[in-house]
């Protein structure tokens, strides 16, 4: 299985492909290197060789849970579960994961978790200004699904959902955080908006999410080289500042 690699000035790691399952275990990784003391800074971009709607455990206590599972398996969309919250995230080969996991000291404000957010999404947005994206920030994409003040937009449309874990690193004080964004880069934005709708109607949830809400990275940048890219956007996030405010 392909594995994250540590960060150094030379050394960035490229686009790696793995099931959705291996994704997701090799980010647990990397937090756990990291609350081990092994590595201060480490990096994984991965993209899915298959499919899966991932979505946090709690949902497995929902009433209508075993009938959605059923439904979304049979359409070949199995359900997966991750350790951060939120609600349903589709996975698929059209969707690019950056996870990021560094060791940091933080104090008892709130203020680190606003942070953890800008650690990954300000290089982000840097890393699209420099490929000609003049209209990426962050913020929220009313009608996304699993929406939040932290997307990587652009122009106001949601490219990259993010969210973030905290843990102790073992004998101090120090903490590790992980922080994760997935991208979509090609593919409808309609056919995934669509799985996670079918998702809330096996549930009975009324809430249902728009496609207008959302934008692929080839809506915008046709001809890009993904694979050449990433390692830019990884360069990036290693340089990036890992003072968390105290």
């Not at 790691?13 to 793995?18: A, D, H, T």
């Not at 929902?62 to 589709?90: H, N």
């Not at 903490?175 to 991208?183: R, T």
């Amino acid at each position: 299985m392909n594995m994250p690699l540590a960060m150094t000035e030379t050394t960035f790691p490229g686009l790696r492909r793995m099931s959705v399952e291996e994704g997701l275990r090799a980010e647990q990784s990397l937090l756990e290197e990291v609350c081990e003391g092994e590595s201060d800074k480490l990096a994984l971009a991965w993209q899915p060789s298959d499919r899966a709607l991932v979505m946090p455990r709690r949902h497995e206590r929902l009433a209508g849970f075993p009938d959605a599972r059923d439904r979304l398996e049979e359409a070949g969309w199995p359900i997966q579960f991750r350790g951060s919250g939120g609600t349903p995230v589709p996975q698929s080969p059209g969707v690019v994961n950056l996870a990021l996991a560094v060791r940091c000291r933080v104090g008892g404000s709130a203020a680190h978790l606003e942070w953890g957010y800008h650690r990954l999404g300000d290089p982000w947005c840097g890393w699209l200004a420099e490929l000609g994206v003049a209209s990426a920030d962050l913020g929220p994409a009313p009608g996304a699904y699993c929406d939040g003040r932290f997307n990587v937009r652009i122009g106001g449309r949601k490219l990259v959902g993010t969210a973030q874990r905290w843990r102790r690193v073992r004998g101090c004080r120090d903490m590790a955080l992980l922080v994760h964004g997935a991208m979509q880069v090609d593919g409808s934005p309609e056919t995934l908006v669509a799985v996670v709708n079918a998702f809330q109607d096996a549930i009975d949830d009324p809430q249902r999410f728009q496609a207008v809400s959302h934008i692929a990275l080839r809506d915008v940048l046709p001809d890009l080289d993904l694979e050449g890219a990433i390692p830019g956007l990884l360069k990036r996030l290693a340089a990036g500042n890992d003072l968390a405010p105290v």
